[in-house]
């Protein structure tokens, strides 16, 4: 494989390298009680910006300015083990929840499968919209990237990497490593992530003006959605569970099963086994 052409996330690498043989049947995502009733009133997840979350320094790319803003992404975690730190800073300082899902959560349920460039992909039963300022082109799409696991690492070679080639008159643009790798000091996190990009994987263009000056111009033709909202399948929040953190009191408890009793019947809750004043 020519890494600098083809990217370096893999089935290979996923499987070989960093070390796992499967998808997570289930996801979990540290947050709010406010979130999760906004979650399960709209029966949907946000997908935000990259450039607007807590990690200035993802999704760069050496060769596109702003990148990060062409890349929509929901973070999740995996396994049943809670983690403190997850709960600190992500789950309202212990007193929010854990919410955990099937990873075939969206509209449709369709089973994400592992492919041989970029890892796992699905689709969604819907239309999502992203808006450029005029003339660059805007993008609709049903396509999922993920759930993938983040690779963190300082190492060059997977930082701040070209994402268009150029060759005999075509400009071809292979993203899919951006977004896919963040430092090794956010490793703590077992990051999952599932990625909506505002442009097509593995393009290619005519190498001319309108592909240089305005298609691959963020700055001057920037990305004017800030987030999308991704509908979740009905059956999918019949196998929710949620966690109760474990600052959180009687009355945060009462809040949340109105909230399930309201929107989520099936669901499941629990408080979190972690022990803390």
Request: net charge negative.
């Amino acid at each position: 494989m020519n890494i600098a052409w083809e990217g370096f996330y893999t089935d290979d690498f996923m499987f070989d390298t960093m070390g796992f043989k499967e998808l997570p049947a289930k996801l979990c995502q540290y947050t709010s009680i406010e979130s999760l009733e906004k979650i399960l009133a709209s029966r949907s997840l946000r997908f935000s910006r990259l450039d607007q979350m807590n990690d200035p320094e993802e999704a760069t790319a050496a060769d596109v300015p702003l990148a990060a803003s062409s890349v929509f992404v929901s973070c999740w975690s995996a396994g049943d083990v809670e983690h403190i730190p997850m709960w600190s800073m992500y789950g309202r300082n212990f007193e929010g929840v854990r919410i955990k899902l099937p990873s075939n959560m969206f509209a449709g349920r369709e089973s994400p499968m592992v492919f041989e460039k970029g890892g796992a992909i699905g689709s969604f039963a819907g239309q999502y919209s992203i808006v450029r300022k005029a003339p660059a082109m805007s993008t609709s799409g049903c396509a999922i990237i993920g759930p993938n696991k983040i690779w963190y690492s300082d190492d060059p070679i997977y930082r701040n990497r070209n994402l268009v080639f150029r060759e005999r008159g075509t400009a071809y643009f292979n993203p899919y490593d951006l977004g896919m790798v963040k430092s090794t000091y956010w490793a703590y996190e077992e990051e999952w992530r599932f990625k909506i990009a505002a442009l097509a994987f593995e393009s290619h263009f005519p190498d001319d003006q309108y592909v240089n000056e305005v298609t691959l111009d963020l700055v001057g033709y920037p990305v004017e959605t800030n987030a999308l909202f991704i509908p979740l399948d009905h059956s999918a929040l019949d196998e929710l569970e949620v966690t109760l953190g474990p600052r959180t009191n009687a009355e945060a408890m009462k809040a949340v099963e109105l909230i399930l009793e309201k929107y989520a019947p099936r669901a499941t809750l629990t408080r979190s086994y972690i022990p803390i004043r």
